[in-house]
């Protein structure tokens, strides 16, 4: 089992930063792929950036490349989204999730936290 429990959400206006942090517990953190996704009122969730456990490889959603960056510290089971330069499209739940394989889908990624708001003032 993994724990995650993610941090950092709250209020910003447009063109502001905020840094996402993921703390996970339990199994070997960093044998597992994270990912960021996001769910915003009344929308399906969306893949957000996922990170590779081994390489460091990432992916991007084409709404967020240039603006936010996913990173990881596997000595402190910590994964990491900062974003820049936020829209009032970007307000949603943003959930990290962790999985075996580097995905953009949802489903393959087997432990999710509880989420944490991000709301963008325009």
């Known amino acids: 089992q993994v724990q995650l429990v993610e941090s950092g959400g709250g209020l910003v206006q447009a063109g502001g930063s905020l840094k996402l942090s993921c703390a996970a517990s339990?199994?070997?953190?960093?044998?597992?792929?994270m990912g960021w996704f996001r769910q915003a009122p009344g929308r399906e969730r969306a893949f957000v950036a996922a990170?590779?456990?081994?390489?460091?490889?990432?992916y991007y959603a084409d709404s967020v490349k240039g603006r936010f960056t996913i990173s990881r510290d596997n000595a402190k089971n910590t994964v990491f989204l900062q974003m820049n330069s936020l829209k009032p499209e970007d307000t949603a739940v943003y959930y990290c999730?962790?999985?075996?394989?580097?995905?953009?889908?949802?489903?393959?990624?087997?432990?999710w936290g509880q989420g944490t708001q991000v709301t963008v003032s325009s």
């Open positions: 999730a962790a999985g075996v394989y580097l995905s953009t889908l949802g489903g393959n990624y087997d432990y």
């Open positions: 990170i590779n456990w081994s390489d460091r490889r990432t």
């Open positions: 339990g199994r070997t953190f960093s044998s597992y792929a």
